[in-house]
């Protein structure tokens, strides 16, 4: 089946602009999470969806950052003013749910949007 | 605090030696480790947890809770495992099973 998909791949912006990143999660996978990559680090997470809320939104970095999943599906990532430093690749991940009594489920990861502010 | 720690950001071998990479990680409670594997222009992958206990493509990882260890091996190199490893460490105490990355170790393996 299809995997992870996100759109655009690549954006390039300028400072103080606003942007969306959309990530289609694969179908029945109820958690989404959001991370982002700096350049010659390990991802780090973002923002965590189980459903169509936001369980844990602790690794957006200001109340520029801002993202929704309205229908549980599909999810868009928003920043606003965008600076210089939010440069980077946003991936997105989804799993079957969360996590249980057999641990976490395992992440599938989409191909990431590369973001470039000028 | 929960952190993963790749000491190696570029490990080169030469085709058919053994591989290490080497993880450690710092975690209150039960730990799940995972190793992820981005080959050129692909998207990050799965490529072993230490619950499913496997052997994927030749790698193994064994969890040393004592030295709180997630290693990954692979007795003889192949120039096809040339890309970048990420270790990544998840659980409850995390809050929501969200992964924690370390850094990540490039291997080259040299023909």
């Known amino acids: 089946g299809a995997g992870v998909s996100q759109t655009p791949s690549n954006k390039v912006t300028e400072k103080g602009k606003y942007v969306e990143l959309r990530c289609d999660p694969i179908?029945?996978?109820?958690?989404l999470y959001w991370y982002r990559q700096s350049l010659g680090q390990g991802p780090e997470f973002l923002i965590y969806f189980q459903g169509t809320g936001a369980a844990d939104d602790s690794g957006l970095p200001n109340d520029r950052f801002f993202a929704v999943r309205p229908e549980g599906s599909v999810s868009t990532l928003k920043i606003q003013r965008t600076e210089r430093g939010d440069s980077a690749v946003y991936l997105c991940?989804?799993?079957?749910?969360?996590?249980?009594?057999?641990?976490?489920?395992?992440?599938?990861f989409g191909p990431g949007t590369r973001l470039t502010v000028l | 605090a929960q952190r993963v720690t790749q000491p190696e950001k570029l490990l080169s071998v030469f085709k058919g030696a053994p591989v290490e990479l080497k993880c450690n990680y710092s975690y209150s409670g039960s730990p799940e480790l995972f190793w992820y594997v981005q080959y050129s222009r692909q998207r990050l992958q799965l490529l072993l947890r230490?619950?499913s206990r496997e052997s994927i493509k030749g790698f193994t990882a064994d969890l040393n809770k004592g030295e709180t260890s997630f290693h990954l091996k692979k007795p003889f190199a192949q120039e096809e495992d040339s890309a970048m490893y990420y270790c990544a460490l998840s659980g409850r105490a995390s809050g929501t099973y969200k992964y924690i990355f370390g850094t990540g170790t490039r291997l080259k393996v040299l023909a």
């Open positions: 179908s029945g996978h109820t958690a």
């Open positions: 991940a989804s799993s079957l749910k969360s996590g249980g009594e057999a641990g976490a489920d395992t992440q599938y």
């Open positions: 230490h619950i």
